[in-house]
């Protein structure tokens, strides 16, 4: 009985050690995966159309202060010097009003880019996450950062495929 548990100790012991020498990775390439989704499309699309109408609405301003400052150096000679005041501070103020839209028109797109993106990171994050516990990994690393440069092969599995399953 003795040995019987020794043996079986013993048994015990050598699983354990095999089980920790067979760790085992994840590996993914973030971007691609990503990128590769159709709701990373559609935000995509919709990120564009949104840029295209704030493209529209700059060139609007800028063609209607082109069109002010063609009329200012027009009548400039002519104008009273009240009127060629009233005309540079409206040019000013044209300048300053499409300087500060397109300020935030950035920061629009920019949230708009976050909060279309959220929920495709957040899927995605999900997957890799449920991919993870399934296939045992201990991390799964994104090959996209140069942070690790190498990983044994003999301890690392491409998980794309498990992930784009889930997806």
Do not use: C
Request: proline share 4%.
């Amino acid at each position: 009985m003795k040995k019987t548990f020794i043996l079986l100790a013993l048994l015990t012991l050598g699983i354990t050690a095999m089980a920790q020498t067979n760790v085992r990775y994840g590996t993914i390439h973030y971007d691609s995966i990503l990128t590769s989704m159709p709701e990373y499309a559609k935000a995509q699309q919709a990120l564009d159309t949104l840029k295209a109408q704030y493209a529209r609405e700059t060139e609007h301003n800028e063609i209607a202060f082109k069109r002010q400052f063609a009329e200012f150096l027009e009548g400039q000679k002519n104008f009273p010097e009240v009127i060629l005041l009233k005309r540079q501070r409206d040019l000013q103020e044209s300048l300053e009003k499409g300087v500060a839209w397109r300020t935030e028109a950035d920061k629009l797109l920019l949230r708009a880019k976050e909060a279309l993106f959220a929920p495709v990171h957040k899927k995605l994050k999900a997957a890799i996450q449920k991919v993870g516990i399934d296939r045992g990994y201990e991390t799964i690393v994104n090959l996209d950062s140069p942070t690790l440069p190498f990983l044994h092969p003999s301890v690392t599995e491409d998980a794309t495929p498990y992930i784009l399953l889930e997806l």
